[in-house]
């Protein structure tokens, strides 16, 4: 069964460089999303992109967020300037016509 | 924007025993899905289910849309059962999907 993947599975990173976070999401799919997930607390949406642009994101996605699709497979999370506060399981999701999500495995990302 | 309250927040079950999880949610939506999120952090879908019941399982699930509500039972629980139960929806022309409280299942043997 086809499956959404992600990459790294964990990431550790000082405060202040930049990270990207990779995920590819099922193939024939057309709208992707970035959320994450404070440790303990439920699920957030970041953006969701389709067309080859941002079609909705959420006041956490501000400047230091940004997102492409460099390829025909690969959707990319890219945060130029940690912050600790960053710290937070970041889910990739895809979905075919907007209905059912399909969510990956997860990166977690750490912040020191 | 859309509310989704899930209760109740904790549970404790003895291992054979049924449950009942409940997602509450405060404007009409186009799609839900209910998702376990194992000790991995990993969320796996369980249904998809924007009304009417689905069965999968020892779980099974129903969504009244015209009253705002979907529920998850869990028949004969098993300690693989554990973790957090969230439901997720969205509403309107927007795509993102907005997550529960959650219910966190703690199945004990």
């Known amino acids: 069964e086809p499956e959404v993947t992600q990459t790294p599975s964990h990431q550790v990173t000082q405060m202040g460089q930049e990270v990207i976070l990779r995920c590819v999401p099922i193939s024939n799919h057309l709208y992707f999303y970035w959320y994450r997930q404070i440790l303990g607390q439920k699920v957030e949406f970041l953006v969701s992109?389709?067309?080859?642009?941002?079609?909705?994101k959420s006041e956490i996605f501000d400047d230091q967020f940004s997102v492409e699709r460099p390829d025909g497979s690969n959707f990319t999370l890219k945060i130029r300037s940690t912050k600790l506060e960053d710290s937070a399981m970041y889910f990739c999701?895809?979905?075919?016509?907007?209905?059912?999500?399909?969510f990956g495995p997860g990166t977690r990302l750490t912040v020191t | 924007g859309i509310q989704v309250e899930q209760s109740p927040p904790d549970l404790i079950l003895q291992e054979g025993a049924n449950s009942t999880l409940r997602c509450n949610f405060s404007?009409?939506?186009?799609?839900l899905q209910w998702f376990h999120q194992n000790p991995w952090g990993q969320l796996i879908n369980l249904f998809y289910?924007?009304?009417g019941t689905k069965q999968n399982g020892r779980l099974s699930a129903t969504t009244v849309a015209t009253e705002r509500y979907s529920l998850l039972y869990i028949s004969s629980s098993q300690t693989t059962d554990s973790g957090v139960y969230f439901c997720a929806v969205n509403s309107g022309g927007y795509q993102k999907v907005t997550f529960g409280t959650g219910t966190k299942l703690q199945v004990i043997p």
């Open positions: 992109f389709y067309n080859n642009e941002i079609s909705e």
């Open positions: 999701a895809s979905t075919l016509s907007g209905n059912e999500q399909y």
């Open positions: 289910i924007p009304s």
């Open positions: 404007d009409s939506v186009n799609n």
